[in-house]
């Protein structure tokens, strides 16, 4: 049988603690928590029908190849550049831009795509996904940490 861990993570941004607000009414400086945030990907505030995450990929990272079949993505660059891939198969992303602060990237579910940091510094960026693609509480301080999560997490749904 296999083992969940959950890691509670105390990361705070000017004194507040970041930890998923789902459920409640909630303000932030999206701008200042993004630029701030040090984990690889952090929920923020998970609700019924929308989620909001906290990234940030170190150079030459990328956030992985994916598609989200049902899920619909926006994700908006606050500090950092990169390359956006996307496409219909996960072998031709025929689209791809250059993306800097404060560029806005929609994603439509069933899109297979990428986000790679080409900078010399931490891409920091935030993601809204709808529906909610993570689990309440999601805190993957490493990309290692979420692909082991994602894992753990897709065999269990499969029993």
Request: proline fraction near 4%; charge should be positive.
């Amino acid at each position: 049988m296999g083992k969940v861990f959950i890691l509670i993570a105390h990361l705070t941004i000017n004194g507040n603690l970041l930890t998923d607000y789902g459920g409640k009414p909630f303000v932030i400086n999206i701008n200042e928590a993004a630029k701030q945030n040090d984990t690889f990907r952090t929920a923020l505030w998970t609700g019924t029908h929308l989620q909001l995450t906290l990234m940030s990929l170190n150079s030459g990272e990328d956030i992985g190849l994916e598609i989200h079949p049902n899920v619909d993505q926006f994700l908006r660059i606050e500090q950092g550049q990169g390359i956006v891939q996307m496409g219909k198969s996960k072998n031709n992303l025929n689209f791809r831009r250059r993306v800097y602060d404060d560029s806005a990237i929609f994603i439509p579910a069933g899109t297979w795509h990428n986000l790679t940091n080409t900078g010399n510094i931490p891409l920091k960026l935030y993601s809204i996904y709808a529906p909610p693609n993570h689990p309440f509480g999601t805190v993957h301080a490493t990309k290692r940490d979420a692909i082991a999560a994602e894992e753990g997490y897709h065999n269990m749904n499969r029993r």
